[in-house]
C-alpha cells in the first residue's frame, strides 16, 4: 500500500548538524525515514529532525522520498536548510528525533545537493 502525504513546510539529512543563531538554525543532514511509523527526517539514519513539509513537496513514506520544485530526493541524499524546530508542530509518535518536545523542524529555506555534502555555509556553493 503506498502512502503519500501532501506536507506543509520543508528537508534534510546528516548526523544531524543543526547550529542555533538565535531563532535560526542551520541544518545539514541526509534524507532518511521508517515507512512502519510514517516518518522522515534529515540526520543521521538512526535519529535526526522530523522536518514539516512545505505543501508544494510531496513525501512518499514507503519509498523515503521527497518531491519538491526541481528535484526528487530519495533517503540518502543530501539537504542544506535554515529554520528552526517549533514545539507547537509536534513530531510523528515513534519517529527516531533526539528531543521530541521541539517539535518538527520548520524550514525557512532549503537546498538539495543529492550525494554530495553541502558546504557549511547556507547559500554556497
Excluded: H, N
Excluded at 97 to 102: G, Q
Amino acid at each position: 500500500m503506498k502512502r503519500v502525504i501532501l506536507a506543509s513546510v520543508i528537508l534534510t539529512g546528516l548526523t544531524v548538524s543543526c547550529q542555533r543563531a538565535g531563532d535560526d538554525a542551520l541544518l545539514i543532514g541526509r534524507l532518511f525515514g521508517d515507512p512502519s511509523v510514517g516518518c522522515v527526517w534529515v540526520g543521521g539514519p538512526r535519529s535526526g529532525l522530523e522536518i514539516d513539509w512545505p505543501f508544494l513537496y510531496v513525501v512518499d513514506l514507503d519509498s523515503v522520498r521527497v518531491s519538491g520544485p526541481g528535484f526528487v530526493a530519495e533517503e540518502g541524499d543530501w539537504f542544506r536548510m535554515t529554520g528552526g524546530t517549533r514545539p507547537d508542530v509536534p513530531i510523528t509518535p515513534g519517529c527516531p528525533v533526539p528531543e521530541p518536545r521541539s517539535g518538527k523542524f520548520v524550514p525557512a529555506g532549503t537546498e538539495y545537493f543529492g550525494d554530495v555534502r553541502p558546504p557549511a555555509v547556507f547559500g554556497a556553493t
